[in-house]
């Protein structure tokens, strides 16, 4: 693999060829690190954010407990208005007790593990850049169109609303990731019955939008990075769905944007990071945001997390979306 390690005024920098060359590898970051580079290559060079890190110790994203919500209705309406509070001011929180077994969770970080660790040969046939396939393998979707690329590999699957066959899931992670889906999908069901009920809506009323068809499994590599300054696992972003939900393992590096300044996500033991996403933000008329955030990087590594989105088909339709008629003002 030919990467460049020219510094950030050189005149000879030749960015396409940097970017070709890191691409045609096929062996995504984690093949930069096994080459054993100790420079981050210009292409992974990003700009300062201008946003400061919040010190603020007692500053911290919510964290809520489900248990109880499927029973006794005071508990359950707690928990509604914990999620109404959590969704208007933060666009983030963690969950706790909320069904699906430690083992399914450790089993699904271990399965994205396998996948990346395993021989590169063996991974390369599913290395794509044809976002219409079912399964695909790469390091940075938008490689050749953003200003600098994330340090950070993903395996990606859409998982619903049309089956996928399970053949075409990569053996290492084939079981696990069918599992996965089946819990995360009813845990997605249930979190947008309480955000139905905090909005002031029918139980099921986003779920009748749609709002949980649709649903992609993003499972993310993070290796050590030499120079974590310089770089980002994920630069800052909003989420284009309705509602993501996030496996993230002890290593942290999540931050969430809150009154202009990045606040760390820390992990928390079998807890699962829940945020609004963009057009979750569009149907509530605003009443629920969706707020920027971003992974930095980090010596330490790798770090894993699985994204699942919550997310509108990708196939065409004539389905459009705007402000839900109980929300919007006369």
């Known amino acids: 693999m030919v990467v ?3 510094t950030k005024n050189s005149d000879d920098y030749d960015r396409a060829s940097e970017l070709k060359a890191f691409d045609e ?3 995504g970051v984690k093949g930069l690190v096994d080459a054993g580079v100790s420079i981050v290559p210009r292409m992974f060079i990003q700009e300062p954010d201008n946003m400061t890190t919040c010190n603020n110790a007692q500053l911290i994203t919510p964290v809520i407990d489900l248990h ?19 969704s208007e001011t933060w666009g983030f929180f963690s969950v706790v007790n909320h069904g699906i077994p430690e083992s399914v969770l450790d089993e699904m970080m271990d399965g994205t ?10 991974k390369k046939k599913y290395y794509s850049r044809n976002l219409s396939r079912n399964v695909i393998y790469n390091s940075n979707f938008n490689l050749y169109e953003s200003k600098s690329a994330n340090w950070r590999d993903t395996f990606y699957c859409v998982m619903s609303p049309h089956p996928l066959n399970p053949q075409e899931l990569p053996a290492t992670c084939r079981d696990i990731l069918m599992e996965y889906k089946e819990q995360i999908m009813r845990l997605g069901y249930k979190l947008l019955e309480l955000m139905s009920e ?4 029918d139980t099921n009323h986003l779920k009748d ?20 300054e310089l770089t980002m696992g994920s630069r800052r972003h909003s989420d284009n769905d309705f509602l993501t939900i996030l496996l993230q393992d002890q290593i942290g590096g999540l931050q969430v944007l809150y009154q202009n300044q990045w606040v760390d996500v820390p992990p928390v033991p079998g807890a699962l990071v829940i945020n609004v996403g963009d057009v979750l933000q569009l149907v509530t008329n605003r009443r629920f945001k969706s ?12 770090r894993i997390s699985v994204a699942s989105f919550f997310s509108t088909p990708r196939l065409p339709s004539s389905k459009s979306y705007g402000p839900i008629k109980e929300l919007s003002s006369e």
């Open 4 to 6: 460049t390690s020219a």
């Open 25 to 27: 590898s096929k062996a």
């Open 68 to 86: 109880g919500m499927d029973g006794d209705p005071v508990p359950r309406m707690e928990i509604v208005e914990m999620v109404r509070e959590a």
């Open 113 to 122: 593990r396998r996948f990346n660790e395993q021989d590169n040969e063996v």
């Open 198 to 201: 905090a909005l002031g809506l």
């Open 209 to 228: 939008m749609g709002c949980g068809e649709g649903l992609l499994i993003l499972c993310h590599y993070y290796p050590a990075c030499p120079q974590p």
């Open 291 to 302: 707020v920027e955030h971003r992974v930095v990087a980090n010596r330490r590594g790798p």
